[in-house]
């Protein structure tokens, strides 16, 4: 008798073969490819994070499943095409974490987090062997690959073990406070491409105080515009018309009152940000 999971699974992948058949499938998915895909694999894969942080169990199972769908999607129209499947990618992910856990299936030893890390870096380089492995291209593969904020806080890490550090935190701060008046200095003197430019150097110096304490600059922004939104929502529920009847200083006020009903947690938002609609009809 099939396990249980991977009976599960082959249902999924016969369920998605069925949906992209000629014979009887589902229009959308017939138009798909991998291309048409990656906004949806985007999509997925920001709200099983979401659903991982503020979501039910039920809630982070769903959108698992949610994820997995677009791996087998990938697989199935690339079955299609003779290129790979499913199977073959689970073959491969299989060999590279065997390969890249030799303290685990092999002779080698590492008993700490650090070890583990420098060992995966230095198999990884050795598998790669050419020029996009040197510093650099590991670096611009990191901003290629990843959202703005997470590219530049593992960019600042990988630095920051090159010998690229500040002595103190100070001199962190310092490096704030420089490209904070770059940055007044461009908004008031230079065109929009050198703004940008003085913008973004400044948030990567913010990014380098995230670092040193610890922080996640991109769970700080999230946090942020959920505070954001739920201020909003304590407003047009205590408000007697739409935000947009009030003067700014009644604005301000309606602002300051759902502070402090938050700050004396009193308010329950209706939506979470694991609450959303499906946004197409694969789910």
């Not at 079955?79 to 590279?96: M, P, R």
């Not at 901003?143 to 530049?152: E, F, G, I, K």
């Amino acid at each position: 008798m099939l396990n249980p999971t991977l009976a599960a699974l082959q249902r999924l992948v016969d369920v998605v073969a069925q949906l992209r058949s000629p014979q009887g499938g589902c229009p959308w998915d017939l138009a798909q490819t991998p291309q048409t895909l990656i906004p949806h694999i985007i999509e997925e894969a920001y709200e099983t994070v979401a659903a991982l942080q503020t979501g039910t169990q039920a809630d982070i199972c769903e959108e698992l499943g949610d994820l997995l769908l677009q791996v087998v999607l990938q697989a199935q129209i690339a079955s299609e095409f003779e290129h790979f499947n499913l199977a073959a990618i689970a073959d491969g992910i299989t060999t590279k974490l065997i390969r890249r856990h030799p303290h685990v299936f092999g002779d080698e030893t590492a008993t700490t987090v650090g070890e583990v890390r420098a060992n995966w870096e230095a198999i990884k380089a050795a598998e790669k062997g050419n020029e996009a492995e040197t510093i650099s291209g590991q670096f611009r593969r990191s901003a290629q690959t990843l959202p703005p904020l997470m590219a530049s806080l593992k960019i600042s890490r990988k630095a920051a073990a090159l010998g690229f550090e500040w002595e103190t935190l100070e001199d962190v701060w310092g490096k704030v406070e420089e490209e904070w008046g770059e940055l007044k200095e461009a908004i008031a003197h230079k065109n929009t491409a050198e703004q940008e430019a003085e913008l973004g150097d400044l948030l990567f110096a913010l990014i380098q105080i995230a670092r040193w304490q610890g922080l996640d600059p991109s769970r700080a922004l999230q946090g942020t515009n959920h505070r954001f939104i739920q201020r909003l929502e304590i407003m047009e529920r205590v408000g007697d018309r739409p935000l947009t009847a009030y003067s700014l200083p009644e604005l301000d006020q309606l602002w300051n009152e759902a502070k402090r009903q938050l700050g004396q947690g009193r308010f329950q938002p209706e939506h979470s940000p694991a609450d959303h609609p499906d946004s197409d009809g694969t789910a």
